[in-house]
């Protein structure tokens, strides 16, 4: 058994067999010509797994960087992880879930991210990183029509402009990717100001007779107030009665929703869905440290100097604190706290809070550390939206 790089000419079938009967979709010739077709850099971080000389198992690295605070960290995620039934329980799955991990620390990514099914993942150092969140509203509590509503569907001249848009917004929004290509919504429209400049978007699509909204980003809560206007506008003319944004509060055009009769969900997993694992320790700490030095600079520690030691796994993460300045290293001194590196990983998604973190059986917080440890981790609504996902 050996784990080698995608090689479209002789795998693009096998590949698309195994896809095919892994995730119950027809064997098209259109995914075999996609497949066929992968050129560069591409083909390294698609990876096949061989038994007996034969493709049995597949998945993608797709390269992607993420916001944590001010932190943008490399992350790899981990896509259409597949194996031929016939080769099932031989151990394909690890070989190029390993592998992936080798490969994408080896190109010095911080982060691993995928999207997991139930019991499977956490196997392989993967825990539950990110929530999932959703404000569900009827269409007539959506703010009514106020004065002028500059909307036009989105064309593909507007593609670069709406991608540089995005990252304008998304800007150290924990969770949000740093988009280098923009993809095409079905279904979306975009809000110019009186200058013909973007002033927002929304993407959509029609989920069981109600109105889905993926992404809805505005420059300001009030052009977030006239992007809202045009949904209930939409939602009238299709005939959906309620509608389902999904993302959290702390964008503009959410936090323009709070003056509205809606319901907010967060919606915790265990052991599936957004699940992240750090591959590079000594990478994401230096990274994190502009972060941790804003963070206590809006704190009680602000000024002041203090040292810390956490045990991470096989790992001695010691952040030294001197003057509001953050120097981090991996390894020596004396380890006064401990971690798992499962829970390590959602310390620094913020998924879970410190306090309670502190109850589980594989975290040991030193009792005078764990104030400085929320400030340093606090909780986060990290959030991908499903354009990014993979």
């Known amino acids: ?23 119950c979709f027809p064997l098209t010739k259109r995914l075999v010509r996609h497949l066929s077709r992968v050129r560069g850099a591409d083909r390294m971080n698609r990876r096949v797994v061989e038994d007996d000389g034969r493709v049995a198992g597949y998945l993608e690295v797709v390269p992607k960087k993420i916001y944590i605070g001010r932190a943008l960290l490399k992350t790899s995620g981990i896509g259409g992880v597949c194996t031929n039934p016939a080769a099932r329980m031989k151990g394909c799955g690890r070989a190029l879930m390993e592998d992936a991990v080798d490969v994408s620390r080896d190109r010095g990514y911080d982060l691993s991210v995928l999207y997991g099914i139930p019991d499977f993942y956490h196997k392989y150092g993967y825990e539950v990183v990110m929530a999932s969140y959703q404000i569900n509203i009827a269409q007539d509590d959506l703010p009514r029509f106020e004065g002028h509503r500059p909307t036009s569907a989105v064309t593909g001249k507007d593609i670069k402009a709406l991608r540089r848009f995005y990252n304008a917004q998304v800007r150290f929004h924990d969770g949000n990717c740093l988009r280098r290509s923009m993809p095409k919504s079905d279904r979306g429209f975009k809000l110019t100001d009186s200058r013909g400049r973007i002033a927002g978007y929304a993407a959509w699509t029609e989920r069981e007779g109600t109105m889905v909204v993926h992404e809805a980003l505005a420059r300001d ?111 020596g001194g004396t380890v006064a706290s401990t971690v798992s590196p499962q829970r390590f990983a959602q310390m620094v998604f913020g998924y879970r809070s410190i306090r309670e973190l502190a109850a589980d059986t594989d975290v040991s917080f030193r009792r005078t550390d764990l104030r400085i440890l929320e400030v340093l981790f606090p909780e986060r609504n990290a959030f991908l939206f499903e354009l990014d996902k993979f």
């Open 1 to 23: 058994m050996r784990v080698r790089s995608f090689n479209p000419k002789t795998d693009a079938e096998a590949v698309a067999r195994c896809l095919s009967a892994s995730f």
């Open 221 to 331: 809560v009030p052009s977030g107030r006239m992007l809202l206007q045009a949904l209930r506008r939409i939602a009238w003319e299709y005939a959906f009665a309620h509608v389902s944004i999904r993302m959290p509060f702390g964008y503009p055009a959410t936090e323009a929703l709070r003056s509205c009769t809606a319901t907010f969900q967060r919606r915790s997993t265990d052991r599936k869905g957004c699940m992240g694992r750090v591959i590079n320790l000594p990478s994401l700490v230096r990274k994190l440290e502009p972060e941790w030095e804003s963070l206590l600079a809006k704190s009680e520690f602000a000024g002041k100097s203090r040292s810390l030691s956490v045990k991470i796994g096989g790992d001695a993460l010691a952040v030294r604190i001197v003057g509001g300045r953050v120097k981090a290293s991996v390894g």
